[in-house]
């Protein structure tokens, strides 16, 4: 027979407390509130007030089911509140001490066969079961913040954990409308154990000044699609709190990428938390607010050298896609552009390429007819790299290897005029030795664009050691003119996107390696639980292994790091021949076409 789970307890009415407890009482249960705070207790009824009237003004509910849901909260500050209850959820925080302590009490209330689930993210479910009463009605029950909106439930059974209560909890977050994923115990479990090995390097990268907290955000925000820079998403974890989730992690798995990197440890004793406490790694109107304000560090729109030079013309080298949608973005801009190939055919190929995609711009109502037109004039298709002679601006969107790139910069060196800017799209070769291969090394940059270029808004514009201050402008200033958001960063492998993106996707292989998460909950918990567009195999597939290999083995070598090495079952798949989507068969199998 199922557990009936009504009434349910909540311990700790903070953020995620109000949050469960809204999801509850919304979904039809009787729900306790206990926090020893009562001003606490009065937040978390104002809040549900508030949410329930937003939710009656939008006609989403009437005026009488919010009634009737607010009758169904009821707040005390005493444990024993929590004696009828048939599941209690601690949100207590995250301190091993504090939620034993909680638990330990509740043992001595609650029935026998009451479920006691922890909100931990960090601590061992198994260790706190197997210091109650009962072991086996213990389990772990992660919600993601905000409660109400995040789909993602992660159900942690411990090896104590009885099946009956895993089934009726799973069952619960299946009414409340989530979707559980059940998983084992250990620190971070699948989302935040992927998600916050991603936060540190973050933080490690901003520390190490490599890209400024801006950049940083918008490159994540705009790179791939996420809903929060990471910098920002840990003012609004707290610091303290992705601290603590780090140590947890780092002590079970000795991970370097798991360690807290040191800037954590520095705010968080300098009582500079997020945006609880006003500040963070961003500074905030007030304590709580969610609106950062600018401080010392933020940049002046004038700071910065020299203007960059005049551009009106861009010769783009390539064929493939990504010079396509290059030299659609540039002309689009207004931009004369010279696509030049390895022979007129392929040129007038990547041309067509590009009036099929104006083509579908004006289907869609986006552009005129006239404008398609306009655009497609100011191509201008050549089969040899002489046509390059008088642009202002060359940029190289040529296959990703080292040794073609370095000998089409040699002969880019030859061919263009004096002053004109050559730039590199590559994703992971060092732009340096694209530059050494020329007799002008100061006017060489990396200009790294995203596929789909018509579509994707970020340019990473990468500086050498050797690029001019002028030669920089420039490409900052053409990337802001064909409406791009340029983010500076350093030559090293990966730049800021890749640099953060692949050791994320190389942890999620891993897991499944260890056989701790399948690939479809890994999936959903990244896409319901992180905010991701897409979960880590789902984009792996897309990207194409190979590509993924090659740029895992690049930040391999550049930063010596064990903890970044490519995960032995995609170099398997890639020896295979499983490429991923374009080979029909990567993680998951796809129909061929």
């Keep these: 027979m199922d557990i009936p789970l009504s009434p349910v307890a909540v311990v700790g009415l903070g953020t995620m407390g109000t949050g469960i407890a809204e999801v509850l009482a919304r979904a039809g249960r009787e729900v306790i509130g206990i926090d020893i705070s009562e001003a606490a207790a009065r937040r978390a009824a104002a809040a549900l007030e508030a949410s329930t009237a937003r939710a009656v003004e939008r006609g989403r509910i009437g005026a009488a089911e919010r009634r009737t849901v607010l009758a169904r909260f009821r707040t005390f500050s005493d444990l024993r509140a929590a004696a009828d209850a048939t599941l209690v959820i601690e949100v207590v925080p995250e301190s091993y001490e504090t939620k034993l302590r909680v638990l330990r009490e509740l043992d001595g209330i609650v029935a026998p066969s009451t479920i006691l689930a922890t909100g931990t993210n960090a601590l061992s479910v198994t260790r706190l079961a197997a210091d109650t009463a009962r072991p086996e009605r213990v389990l772990g029950l992660h919600f993601f913040n905000p409660a109400p909106a995040m789909k993602l439930v992660e159900v942690v059974s411990s090896v104590l954990t009885a099946d009956r209560a895993v089934a009726a909890v799973t069952a619960l977050a299946r009414e409340l409308g989530k979707e559980p994923v059940a998983v084992g115990d250990r620190p971070g479990f699948v989302a935040d154990g992927l998600l916050f090995g991603y936060l540190n390097q973050a933080a490690a990268m901003y520390e190490a000044g490599y890209a400024s907290r801006e950049d940083i955000d918008a490159a994540m925000r705009l790179g791939c699609g996420l809903p929060m820079g990471p910098l920002a998403l840990l003012d609004l974890i707290g610091i303290d709190t992705a601290r603590t989730v780090l140590e947890a992690m780092y002590a079970a798995s000795q991970d370097r990428l798991h360690a807290p990197a040191p800037v954590l440890r520095q705010l968080g004793d300098a009582g500079l938390t997020g945006r609880k406490s006003g500040r963070g ?147 992971s070769l060092p732009v340096v030795a694209c530059a050494r291969a020329t007799t002008r090394p100061a006017d060489v940059v990396g200009m790294h664009f995203f596929n789909p270029a018509p579509a994707m808004k970020l340019v990473e514009v990468v500086r050498t050691v050797l690029t001019s201050d002028e030669a920089h402008a420039t490409v900052r200033e053409v990337a802001a003119t064909v409406r791009k958001h340029p983010v500076e960063c350093g ?86 021949g499983c490429l991923g989507r374009k080979s029909g068969r990567g993680f998951r199998a796809y129909a061929r076409r």
Excluded at 286 to 302: N, R
Excluded at 502 to 529: C, S, W
């Design 281 to 427: 790694f961003y500074t905030y109107e007030a304590p709580g607010s969610p609106v950062a304000v600018p401080d010392a560090l933020t940049p002046s729109p004038l700071a910065g050298s020299a203007p960059g030079r005049p551009v009106g013309s861009v010769g783009v080298v390539g064929s493939g896609t990504m010079a396509a949608g290059i030299a659609e973005v540039f002309a689009v801009a207004g931009y004369e552009v010279v696509l030049a190939a390895r022979s007129p055919e392929k040129a007038a190929a990547a041309r067509d390429r590009i009036a099929k995609s104006l083509g579908r711009s004006v289907t869609k109502g986006r552009i005129s007819a006239a404008a398609r037109d306009a655009t497609l004039a100011r191509i201008v298709p050549a089969g040899s790299l002489d046509a390059l002679a008088e642009v202002d601006l060359a940029v190289e969107a040529v296959a990703e290897d080292l040794e073609v790139k370095r000998s089409l910069f040699a002969t880019l060196d030859k061919v263009c005029r004096p002053g004109a800017v050559l730039a590199t799209t590559t994703s």
């Design 491 to 576: 030559d090293r492998a990966g730049f800021i996107v890749n640099a953060l993106l692949f050791p994320y996707l190389n942890n999620a292989i891993k897991m499944v390696e260890q056989h701790y998460a399948t690939l479809d909950d890994i999936d959903a918990a990244m896409r319901l639980g992180g905010g991701y567009p897409m979960g880590p195999f789902e984009l792996l597939d897309v990207v194409g292994l190979d590509v993924s290999l090659a740029i895992e083995r690049a930040l391999h070598r550049e930063f010596r790091d064990p903890g970044l090495a490519p995960a032995p079952l995609l170099e398997r798949l890639v020896a295979a």
